[in-house]
């Protein structure tokens, strides 16, 4: 058994948000990468698709926007599935409070923004 600290997590800076990663291949899980995220009062991450499905669970604030053209709201304890190939966008439209969450999904996930495709350092 490991245990990957979120005290000694790297921090990776994207679009506005701070990733953290605890469970990824890179310290020490074979198939799933687990990070947390920051999003800062009026950030909205850029509009994007996935090649694998994130389950995402809010632990502090209210996460907003849209997944596959449908409004997403959720507060602490919620869970957002945002399937694979699907487009999302989300953010944080409060103007004082953080939103925090974890983040759940398969190792080696790829992003896709616009043409540009990425493989999220916090991911690996």
Do not use: Y
Not at 54 to 73: A, F, H, N
């Amino acid at each position: 058994m490991t245990v990957a600290a979120l005290a000694d997590a790297p921090s990776f800076q994207f679009d506005g948000v701070t990733f953290r990663p605890l469970a990824v291949p890179s310290r020490g899980s074979a198939e799933l990468a687990v990070w947390r995220a920051e999003l800062p009062p009026g950030t909205t991450g850029a509009e994007h698709s996935l090649t694998h499905e994130e389950v995402l669970i809010v632990l502090k604030g209210t996460l907003t926007g849209t997944i596959d053209g449908r409004p997403v709201v959720a507060g602490p304890g919620d869970a957002v599935i945002f399937p694979a190939n699907t487009l999302g966008q989300l953010g944080n439209t409060s103007d004082t409070e953080p939103v925090e969450f974890v983040c759940c999904t398969t190792a080696g996930i790829k992003g896709f923004i616009g043409d540009q495709t990425i493989t999220p350092p916090w991911s690996v």
